[in-house]
């Protein structure tokens, strides 16, 4: 037989009882179901009599009557089925050590001795377990669930649990018994709650559990209490918060800390701080160290730090001066509220200077949290300090986010303490390599730093500007700065000045071709009227330098030459001072200003001069001079041909010279800069000399045929003045004839009298003068009455057809004009405009031919 302790029956001097597995005092009958007692060693047979259907008040006399031998049987398939309960029983004896609670074995125990032999424990995964198992491996091995509970419960407590464990330890909130409430215990400590917070279910069961705690554990009353603030986010009620207060005593550093964190209790946060310390020195000074407790005391630090920092409490300035410790200061930049007062900047800029510049990063990410213009002025003075004794030494893109913080905003102040984080970038760029800036010259506080610079920054653009490395970008960035201070806070002519800096002698050729380019890609930017101003300034007040000026601004040379068209009136003067500094193809140009809109009296004053620069730069620009050359010329040949003689003396003297200049340009070679010119246009040229030499010939000639003229001229008026004579000996002749004429129509008229009298006396004639009132015997058509010419005779149409009818029908035409108001004069005018009226509306013409030619009535 089994010996009796195997089979769970005995617990300290209590027997289980074989019908409802409470313990009860051995010998007496269960006071819970009635049963009768039952000796220990036979527990195991009465479990399996009632598991055959044994009536639990007949059990004590069936056992009596029982077999020895099956009742040894019995008992021993009990206890077999009951090793399994063992085996779950010793897996939650080795978790209950890092378990809050206790009694989670016996309750295991409880639960198997009451399913048992109804129900078969289950077998584990590994036959045998090691003495080292892990947690998460006996979690992983163990097919009872309230093993695996507990031992997710348990590697919860321990504060690093897998995904999987911390998903089990919240399904424990929903079990009943210990692993509930030691599910809101584990939960809400404070190495997992910070890190995975329960969702609101969970809080309220969380909650829940914790009150079940507090009332039946008073000795974990501290825990319970953190479980139920945390879970319901509330101030602790009366009783939970005097078992805090009185957790903030305790000798456990955890729940001592617990209950710091959730009073926010600086001197308990302070302890956890100090706890570290010690612990790190201790480790320091023996060599060795318990890696889980230091690495426990390390959280507890750091949680206590970020705590303290987001309490904004003061007690952790102090301890992070005495420390100067880089992960207690991050801490406090990260957490501590704004704005931060005068200690606090005071404490971390104090830190700040024994630590490598890493922590600059992290300082000045927490800077601009809060605007520099609202700060305080103390606060900005100990930055002040601080820029001066420190900030030059940084790197000098770190300065310059600094500096662009205390630059940001319409109202950053210019006091002290910005002119030394100036002077503090002034420094730190002064020693940046190339590389360094190159990469900062796409900053925009780089911009910031020399819209407010003076003289010191004026003198690193001109440094800067001979930097290879960095030339290019720099000098994009001067021209293209009027475009972008435009659309934020504009800086009167600061940005002139900075271009002007980077132009400075010496060693100007070398920024000549960048910032040409520079000036061709931000040619059409806004506000570049102040940098255009700029160059023309120093193209007044340097001539020396006007070459180099139009050659490196040349996108810019319209917005000069009208700066200069509005500064000189004189056109000479101009033309003087350009094709000397001016792109040397631009001559054509220059010509083309001084003679193409001059007036004709003017051309003999300017032409001497574009001469003369032809004569100078013949020989190394051919082509673009022969150009210039034939735009000066074909206005002189065309004034001369108008017949402006005061240009005679030009033309003369131009083919006297041309010849010359032709030689000079077939000889000389066109550089590759002309390749935009196809020809020398010498052949338009000897167009002109021939168009003045022909206009000089025919001056010649017309003053020959002037004098010819006048000789032709006297000649005729001798011949006038004989025909003068003889017109008046007609005329007199005329004279005698007329009067000869009016006598013999006198007596004409006498003669016609006479006639007129004799007919008078003859009476009235007989026939009356009859008007033509036929009709074409066809439909007629509105065409046909349309007045054509208002208050004529032959108005329309159909009158002029009935006219020309009667006309046809051989009718005297006197009598036919007589009879419809016509004289021959009328008819001959409005017979005309009918012709001219029917070429133009041809359908009038095709109408009068269909009326004429139809029967008439």
Not at 76 to 83: D, E, F, K, L, S
Not at 683 to 691: F, G
Not at 752 to 759: E, G, S
Request: hydrophobic share 45%.
């Amino acid at each position: 037989m089994a010996p009796f302790w195997d089979n769970g029956a005995v617990r300290g001097a209590r027997v289980r009882c074989p019908g409802c597995t409470h313990f009860n005092p051995p010998g007496a009958r269960c006071p819970s179901c009635a049963c009768g007692p039952v000796a220990p060693e036979h527990y195991g047979a009465a479990r399996m009599l009632l598991h055959a259907g044994v009536d639990r008040f007949a059990l004590t006399g069936r056992l009596e009557a029982l077999e020895p031998g099956l009742a040894r049987q019995l008992e021993a398939q009990y206890v077999g089925q009951w090793a399994g309960v063992l085996r779950i029983v010793e897996d939650a004896r080795r978790c209950e050590p890092f378990l809050t609670l206790g009694g989670f074995v016996e309750e295991a125990e409880d639960r198997w001795a009451d399913v048992v032999p109804w129900s078969q424990p289950p077998v584990s995964r590994v036959a045998a377990a090691d003495a080292d198992d892990s947690l998460e491996a006996l979690y992983q091995r163990s097919e009872d669930p309230g093993v695996r509970q507990l031992a997710a419960l348990a590697a919860v407590n321990r504060g690093r649990p897998s995904r999987e464990l911390y998903s089990a330890a919240q399904g424990a909130l929903y079990a009943d018994g210990l692993a509930g409430l030691e599910a809101a215990l584990a939960l809400t400590r404070w190495r997992v709650w910070f890190v995975a917070p329960a969702g609101r279910p969970q809080r309220e069961l969380i909650a829940r559990h914790a009150r079940d705690v507090f009332a039946s554990h008073p000795e974990h009353a501290a825990r319970a209490a953190v479980a139920w603030v945390r879970a319901t986010g509330k101030a602790p009620e009366v009783d939970l918060l005097l078992a805090l207060r009185e957790g903030l005593r305790a000798e456990d550093q955890d729940i001592a800390f617990e209950c710091a964190l959730v009073l926010g209790d600086e001197r308990g946060l302070l302890a956890a701080l100090s706890s570290d310390a010690e612990a790190r020195a201790a480790q320091g000074s023996d060599g060795e160290g318990n890696a889980a407790q230091d690495s426990d005391a390390e959280d507890r630090a750091a949680l206590a730090a970020r705590t303290l920092a987001s309490m904004g409490a003061p007690a952790l300035l102090t301890v992070l001066r005495e420390t100067r410790s880089a992960v207690l200061a991050r801490e406090v930049m990260r957490r501590w509220p704004a704005p931060a007062s005068w200690e606090a900047v005071d404490a971390l800029l104090t830190v700040s200077a024994g630590f490598d510049d890493g922590l600059i990063e992290p300082l000045s990410q927490w800077a601009r949290q809060t605007p520099y213009a609202s700060l305080p002025p103390e606060v900005r003075e100990r930055w002040r300090q601080w820029a001066d004794a420190r900030l030059g030494t940084l790197p000098a893109a770190r300065v310059l986010r600094l500096l662009e913080w205390v630059r940001e905003g319409d109202e950053a102040p210019d006091d002290a303490s910005a002119t030394a984080f100036q002077r503090a970038a002034g420094q730190a760029l002064s020693r940046a390599s190339s590389s360094e800036r190159a990469e900062l010259l796409h900053s925009r506080a780089l911009v910031d730093f020399l819209v407010h610079g003076d003289v010191e920054e004026l003198a690193l653009v001109h440094t800067w500007a001979r930097d290879a490395a960095c030339a290019a970008p720099l000098l994009e960035l001067l021209v293209s700065l009027p475009g972008r201070l435009r659309r934020e806070r504009p800086v009167p002519g600061r940005c002139a000045r900075l271009l002007m800096a980077a132009w400075e002698r010496p060693a100007r050729s070398t920024i000549l071709a960048p910032l040409n380019k520079a000036v061709r890609s931000w040619s059409g930017i806004s506000g570049r009227e102040e940098l255009i101003d700029a160059v023309w300034l120093r193209f007044q007040r340097h001539p020396v330098e006007r070459a180099e000026l139009l050659a490196a601004f040349e996108p810019w040379r319209q917005e000069l030459w009208e700066r200069q068209l509005a500064a000189q009136p004189d056109a000479i003067a101009i033309f003087e001072t350009w094709w000397r500094v001016d792109s040397q193809k631009r001559l054509p140009d220059l010509v083309s200003f001084l003679v193409e809109n001059a007036p004709v009296e003017a051309l003999p004053a300017r032409l001497p001069f574009v001469w003369a620069a032809a004569e100078a730069r013949v020989d190394t620009w051919p082509r673009s001079t022969s150009h210039a050359v034939f735009l000066a010329a074909a206005p002189l040949a065309g004034a001369l041909r108008s017949g402006h003689d005061a240009l005679v003396p030009d033309a003369e003297r131009f083919l006297a010279w041309f010849p010359g200049f032709e030689a000079r340009v077939l000889a000389a070679p066109s550089p590759e800069a002309e390749s935009s010119y196809q020809r020398d246009l010498l052949e338009d040229l000897h167009v002109e000399v021939r168009l003045m030499r022909e206009a000089l010939e025919r001056r010649a000639e017309e003053a020959e045929a002037l004098r010819q003229a006048e000789l032709r001229r006297r000649v005729e008026e001798s011949r006038r003045r004989d025909q003068e004579r003889q017109l008046e000996l007609a005329r007199l002749e005329v004279e005698a004839a007329a009067h000869e004429a009016a006598r013999a129509r006198a007596e004409q008229e006498a003669h016609q009298a006479r006639l007129a009298d004799a007919l008078a006396r003859l009476g009235p004639r007989p026939a009356q003068l009859r008007r033509f009132d036929a009709s074409p015997q066809v439909e007629l058509l509105p065409i046909d009455v349309e007045v054509i010419f208002p208050g004529a005779t032959m108005a329309s149409v159909l009158d002029y057809s009935r006219i020309l009818k009667a006309l046809s029908m051989g009718d005297d035409a006197l009598e036919v004009f007589a009879a419809n108001g016509l004289s021959v004069t009328s008819w001959g005018t409005e017979g005309r405009a009918w012709g001219e009226a029917m070429v133009r509306r041809p359908e009038l013409g095709l109408r009068f031919s269909q009326l004429f030619h139809a029967p008439w009535s």
